[in-house]
């Protein structure tokens, strides 16, 4: 079994950061890209940031420069540090990793959601 456990939502106000963390557990050969994506009420999934193995990156074009993806493979976790934090950016953030074990294939896991909320 695999499991991925979020933390650090919550609220803050306008222009204040917050740094989110997820972390995997179980048992677990190798992790590929990891990522963090949201979803606002009556709004799709989005990607917010991803982070491959080898630590390229990539980031929506709404967060760039404000949000930084980091992860520690020792740890099996990812990071979202999150800056000057807007109203828009008020969300549920999933985190997600491909994630293989032994005698299977790579396959995606996803946290439960941590909420962020950003009073204007």
């Known amino acids: 079994q695999v499991q991925l456990v979020e933390s650090g939502g919550g609220l803050v106000q306008a222009g204040g950061s917050l740094r989110l963390s997820c972390a995997a557990s179980?048992?677990?050969?190798?992790?590929?890209?990891m990522g963090w994506y949201r979803q606002a009420p009556g709004k799709q999934r989005e990607m917010v940031a991803r982070?491959?193995?080898?630590?390229?990156?990539n980031y929506a074009d709404s967060v760039k420069g404000r949000f930084t993806i980091s992860r520690d493979n020792a740890k099996n976790t990812v990071y979202l540090q999150m800056n000057s934090l807007k109203p828009e950016d008020t969300a549920v953030y999933y985190c997600?990793?491909?994630?293989?074990?032994?005698?299977?294939?790579?396959?995606?896991?996803w946290g439960q959601g941590t909420q962020v909320t950003v009073s204007s």
């Open positions: 982070i491959t193995k080898d630590s390229s990156t």
């Open positions: 997600t990793q491909e994630i293989l074990r032994a005698w299977s294939s790579p396959r995606d896991y």
């Open positions: 179980g048992t677990i050969f190798s992790i590929n890209t």
